[in-house]
């Protein structure tokens, strides 16, 4: 098999689009969760905490000079992509534990006897029904 063709047929398995799709899907929504935490959580929580401005915090290590900018570690927008990641990380959990149930919804509902066996079932019950002998 080609080189070409072998990527093609990696490139559109199943599993490898529903990634792709996935990763989109993702993307969207972390840009969801940052807005969220940016413009929805934050402000409140900086509010209560005496008028902080979270993606502000930082603490200057170098002050600028001439020509180079200053240098600081910028915690408070530190603060805010951990939120993020524990928004994010909370809502796939929940995902996950609604696949889950489904999936054992799914596993303890009994599944229909195969045809043959429906179709013996009938000859037995209409014999029964004759009054002829049955094993």
Do not use: C, H
Not at 28 to 55: C, E, Q, R, Y
Request: charged share 20%; net charge positive; no cysteine.
């Amino acid at each position: 098999m080609g080189f070409i063709k072998e990527f093609k047929a990696f490139a559109m398995r199943g599993n490898v689009m529903d990634l792709a799709v996935g990763i989109v899907i993702g993307v969207a929504f972390s840009k969801i969760v940052t807005s969220l935490v940016n413009d929805v959580i934050m402000p409140p929580v900086g509010v209560l905490l005496g008028g902080v401005d979270f993606s502000s915090l930082a603490v200057t290590l170098k002050p600028a000079a001439e020509n180079a900018p200053a240098v600081a570690l910028k915690y408070g927008a530190f603060v805010n992509t951990i939120i993020d990641f524990l928004i994010v990380a909370f809502a796939i959990f929940l995902v996950i534990k609604a696949l889950n149930a489904l999936k054992r919804k799914q596993e303890e509902a009994p599944a229909a006897p195969p045809v043959q066996e429906m179709i013996l079932r009938e000859i037995r019950d209409i014999l029964r029904s004759k009054g002829e002998m049955i094993l």
